[in-house]
């Protein structure tokens, strides 16, 4: 069965400094991978997403994040943040397709002035 | 509308009373998909459509939660004899043919008293 672990609940970052959520999957073959974030009261916003090819996957907002296989892992990371990046982000994994997505249980983001 | 879009946003209801949410996806999407977000956590879920067949059942927690799509676009998550443990987010997302990524909407927060 795949799952999805996201080992920081809660991170506090000072804005403009760099930002690194960490994401580690389990998954019998190549994942469908993703990335969402949601704001209080909001759905969840696709940031990017990982089907294949370049490990190095750009999204919305200066978001990018590296598929590693060798490490099961695919971290968000932003080089820069802004005070508007505090939200709530969860890493899912899908089987492609037309296929239910399994998240991760979200790690919270906190920016300080 | 462009977005995937749920109502109500916002549902109380009783212990013991039926309730009804809908969910109607971006326009031509033929994948619809519920899932169910307690709070604290990531999005589980409870079920999949292809057009009105649905295809995947297995999250649904048990035989109160029915959800049906007659015609293939809007859906309803119908929760018969509510109970305290079904309070949560119920959230709706929607692909289309051969895009693993899933759009969702804005969610609706049942509670249960």
């Known amino acids: 069965a795949q799952s999805v672990t996201q080992p920081d609940i809660h991170i506090t970052v000072s804005e403009g400094a760099s930002l690194e959520l960490r994401c580690n999957y389990s998954?019998?073959?190549?994942?469908?991978l993703f990335w969402y974030v949601q704001s209080p009261g909001q759905g969840l916003q696709l940031l990017l997403k990982y089907f294949s090819g370049d490990t190095l996957v750009q999204g919305i907002k200066g978001f990018e994040a590296e598929f590693k296989r060798s490490q099961s892992s695919f971290n968000l990371r932003k080089p820069s943040v802004h005070w508007s990046d505090a939200a709530e982000y969860f890493c899912?994994?899908?089987?492609?397709?037309?296929?239910?997505?399994?998240f991760g249980t979200g790690t919270r983001l906190t920016i300080i002035p | 509308g462009a977005g995937v879009s749920q109502s109500p946003r916002y549902k109380v209801a009783k212990r013991g009373q039926d309730v009804a949410l809908r969910c109607d996806p971006i326009s031509g999407h033929v994948s619809l998909f519920w899932y169910q977000q307690a709070l604290g956590q990531g999005p589980e879920f409870l079920t999949y459509?292809?057009?009105?067949?649905?295809?995947?059942k297995s999250g649904l927690p048990s035989d109160r939660f029915f959800a049906e799509r007659p015609e293939g676009s809007v859906s309803t998550l119908k929760i018969q004899r509510t109970q305290q443990e079904d309070s949560a987010v119920y959230l709706c997302?929607?692909?289309?043919?051969?895009?693993?990524?899933?759009?969702f909407g804005p969610g609706t927060r049942l509670t249960v008293l």
């Open positions: 998954y019998g073959a190549t994942p469908y």
């Open positions: 997302a929607s692909s289309s043919v051969g895009a693993p990524e899933q759009f």
């Open positions: 899912a994994v899908g089987a492609g397709g037309n296929e239910k997505l399994t």
């Open positions: 459509f292809q057009n009105e067949a649905q295809l995947d």
